[in-house]
């Protein structure tokens, strides 16, 4: 825990508010899975970035002058008990000792304390909309400070939605985010590796899932950054197929999208690679025109590009190829203009990454696709999805195929955080051989 890298995120933070202003985020909440079961904790990444605090039941105020401190948290208080059974605590003496919180207090004490401070303050800053339960306290604690204005005191004049400032501020990744990226990218291609040499037909698509996963756990992640899709032959055309149930069979695709995520960064790689280790000729042809089509997008990653640049180059690739092969009718101007390429190539070609696996910040700036600067962070993810309804030859029923890596923008270029999981012909068929 580096307290430094926390408070230089703060201080950014407030640099962009109001002298009087506050700020009050508070974490994600406990959700319950069935009876006494909760699920998997992970905190609210906006809450996580700005202080670290990885516990439930926490609430994180910035306050600029205030003569306490300005960084304030409300946590749960060490208790020996409840420590017993449900695990260790940082308690108020922890929050400011491991965190760097100028003050801590009680979460019980949050209604008695919080509303004196936001008294006085002009604007509060939060995530409006993201915690329903939460926002309703604030109007609550807002009425209350309301109706003590006869003893001259004033309320805040308005709620503000911290995210247009504070996910712009998250956009652009500094050294300590990407090494974490690195790991996150590192750990998940070494899964994605294993999987390709675990495989065979006759498993059930959640086995190869458990021995990639498994990778991910000895490399250090604790946790998954989104649900595995691990999708074998037609299942391989439904883009967020999770169910990972079905039996892999001999001369089928599997079409693997996973990621880790290390210290709450996270990476998201797709692969995909033939179950008995060699491509047929159909899915060859296809596959190559996906690597082709990621190729022509990595050379619209680096800063000066737009972010529709990448996503055009793989469209036009793949329209052509998929006309030279057959599955499309007419001219590529005509392909592109009408968007024909849709039915086999319905999304786009990537999408920003970060501490969410779809993270935050803004794809247009006042209309127009904004330019890509360095430290920005995005998935690189072109496909082909020929499903059994498809009004082409049967030969290519059930062949879907998608390859992402993970980019970060550089000034001259960029830098693919995930190339080690393989993805060539050659290298998937020579790892499949081990």
């Given at each position: 825990m580096n307290k430094d890298i926390y408070a230089r995120r703060r201080a950014e933070l407030v640099n962009q508010i109001g002298e009087n202003d506050i700020v009050i985020v508070p974490t994600a909440p406990e959700r319950s899975r069935n009876g006494d079961v909760v699920y998997q904790f992970r905190p609210d990444s906006d809450f996580y970035y700005l202080c670290g605090f990885d516990e439930p039941e926490a609430v994180m105020v910035i306050s600029p002058g205030r003569a306490q401190g300005e960084f304030v948290l409300f946590c749960r208080e060490k208790d020996r008990f409840r420590e017993m059974w449900d695990g260790r605590r940082h308690g108020l003496e922890g929050a400011m000792e491991v965190f760097g919180a100028d003050d801590a207090f009680p979460f019980e004490d949050m209604h008695e304390i919080l509303p004196g401070m936001m008294e006085e303050?002009?604007?509060?800053?939060?995530?409006?909309?993201?915690?329903?339960?939460?926002?309703?306290?604030?109007?609550?604690?807002?009425?209350?400070?309301?109706?003590?204005?006869?003893?001259?005191?004033?309320?805040?004049?308005?709620?503000?939605?911290?995210?247009?400032?504070?996910?712009?501020?998250?956009?652009?990744?500094?050294?300590?985010?990407?090494?974490?990226?690195?790991?996150?990218?590192?750990?998940?291609?070494?899964?994605?590796?294993?999987?390709?040499?675990?495989c065979r037909s006759g498993m059930y698509e959640y086995q190869v899932q458990a021995v990639m996963e498994c990778e991910f756990r000895k490399a250090g992640s604790r946790y998954n950054a989104y649900p595995s899709i691990v999708a074998g032959g037609e299942n391989a055309c439904i883009l967020h197929y999770v169910e990972n149930n079905s039996v892999l069979r001999n001369g089928d695709l599997l079409l693997i999208d996973a990621g880790a995520e290390y210290q709450c960064y996270a990476a998201d790689i797709s692969r995909t690679f033939p179950v008995n280790g060699t491509f047929s000729g159909e899915q060859k042809a296809l596959y190559e025109i996906v690597l082709d089509a990621q190729e022509a997008a990595f050379e619209k990653c680096s800063a000066g590009h737009t972010w529709d640049e990448p996503h055009q180059a793989a469209v036009r690739i793949i329209s052509q190829g998929l006309i030279d092969e057959g599955l499309l009718q007419g001219s590529l101007s005509d392909v592109l203009e009408n968007k024909h390429y849709n039915q086999f190539y319905m999304h786009r070609t990537g999408h920003w990454l970060g501490m969410d696996v779809h993270d935050?910040?803004?794809?247009?700036?006042?209309?127009?696709?904004?330019?890509?600067?360095?430290?920005?962070?995005?998935?690189?993810?072109?496909?082909?999805?020929?499903?059994?309804?498809?009004?082409?030859?049967?030969?290519?029923?059930?062949?879907?195929?998608?390859?992402?890596?993970?980019?970060?923008?550089?000034?001259g270029g960029y830098e693919n955080f995930t190339k080690a999981a393989p993805k060539t012909v050659a290298d998937i068929e020579a790892a499949m051989a081990i």
């Amino acid at each position: 825990m580096n307290k430094d890298i926390y408070a230089r995120r703060r201080a950014e933070l407030v640099n962009q508010i109001g002298e009087n202003d506050i700020v009050i985020v508070p974490t994600a909440p406990e959700r319950s899975r069935n009876g006494d079961v909760v699920y998997q904790f992970r905190p609210d990444s906006d809450f996580y970035y700005l202080c670290g605090f990885d516990e439930p039941e926490a609430v994180m105020v910035i306050s600029p002058g205030r003569a306490q401190g300005e960084f304030v948290l409300f946590c749960r208080e060490k208790d020996r008990f409840r420590e017993m059974w449900d695990g260790r605590r940082h308690g108020l003496e922890g929050a400011m000792e491991v965190f760097g919180a100028d003050d801590a207090f009680p979460f019980e004490d949050m209604h008695e304390i919080l509303p004196g401070m936001m008294e006085e303050k002009e604007k509060v800053f939060t995530t409006v909309g993201r915690y329903p339960d939460f926002d309703a306290q604030l109007l609550g604690w807002m009425n209350k400070i309301k109706q003590d204005t006869r003893r001259g005191k004033h309320a805040p004049y308005e709620f503000v939605d911290l995210n247009h400032i504070l996910h712009e501020q998250r956009l652009f990744k500094r050294p300590d985010e990407i090494n974490l990226m690195r790991r996150a990218g590192k750990m998940s291609a070494a899964g994605h590796l294993r999987a390709m040499q675990a495989c065979r037909s006759g498993m059930y698509e959640y086995q190869v899932q458990a021995v990639m996963e498994c990778e991910f756990r000895k490399a250090g992640s604790r946790y998954n950054a989104y649900p595995s899709i691990v999708a074998g032959g037609e299942n391989a055309c439904i883009l967020h197929y999770v169910e990972n149930n079905s039996v892999l069979r001999n001369g089928d695709l599997l079409l693997i999208d996973a990621g880790a995520e290390y210290q709450c960064y996270a990476a998201d790689i797709s692969r995909t690679f033939p179950v008995n280790g060699t491509f047929s000729g159909e899915q060859k042809a296809l596959y190559e025109i996906v690597l082709d089509a990621q190729e022509a997008a990595f050379e619209k990653c680096s800063a000066g590009h737009t972010w529709d640049e990448p996503h055009q180059a793989a469209v036009r690739i793949i329209s052509q190829g998929l006309i030279d092969e057959g599955l499309l009718q007419g001219s590529l101007s005509d392909v592109l203009e009408n968007k024909h390429y849709n039915q086999f190539y319905m999304h786009r070609t990537g999408h920003w990454l970060g501490m969410d696996v779809h993270d935050v910040g803004d794809y247009q700036v006042e209309g127009d696709w904004r330019e890509l600067e360095p430290g920005m962070v995005f998935t690189v993810e072109p496909g082909i999805y020929v499903s059994a309804s498809s009004d082409v030859d049967e030969r290519w029923h059930n062949i879907g195929i998608r390859v992402e890596d993970n980019v970060l923008v550089q000034k001259g270029g960029y830098e693919n955080f995930t190339k080690a999981a393989p993805k060539t012909v050659a290298d998937i068929e020579a790892a499949m051989a081990i």
